[in-house]
């Protein structure tokens, strides 16, 4: 989409406001975000503001730049599948054992899988 061209309802798609926050988390200035992506500063702040959409790719680029994991990706796409009382206590789990939230599904999922199979 084009820089004029204002996307409508992107917020409503988008947690923009929370994707913000994610940047200031990891310490990123729109300068830096530029010097990792290619990202012009102007164009992730109009994007941050709702006023432009970015591309697919840049957006992935953003998330990764970020370090967001899945949860945190769904909460921005306005996604909520568990409690957030839930999610704060397994996101602190996950530190406590030194592990992801995304390894902990990972290994999660290996274990529920091979349980599923021992028992049929």
Not at 51 to 62: A, P
Request: hydrophobic share 45%; glycine share 4%.
């Amino acid at each position: 989409m084009s820089r004029g061209n204002k996307p409508a309802n992107l917020d409503y798609v988008i947690n923009l406001r929370k994707l913000k926050e994610f940047r200031r988390r990891a310490g990123l200035s729109l300068k830096a975000v530029q010097e990792a992506t290619g990202i012009l500063p102007s164009n992730l702040s109009e994007f941050e503001r709702g006023r432009i959409m970015l591309q697919f790719h840049k957006i992935k680029h953003l998330i990764e730049l970020y370090g967001l994991d899945v949860f945190e990706v769904l909460d921005i796409l306005r996604l909520r599948l568990l409690d957030p009382k839930l999610l704060r206590d397994f996101r602190r789990a996950c530190r406590q054992v030194g592990t992801t939230p995304a390894q902990a599904l990972r290994d999660f999922l290996v274990v529920f899988v091979r349980e599923a199979r021992n028992a049929s």
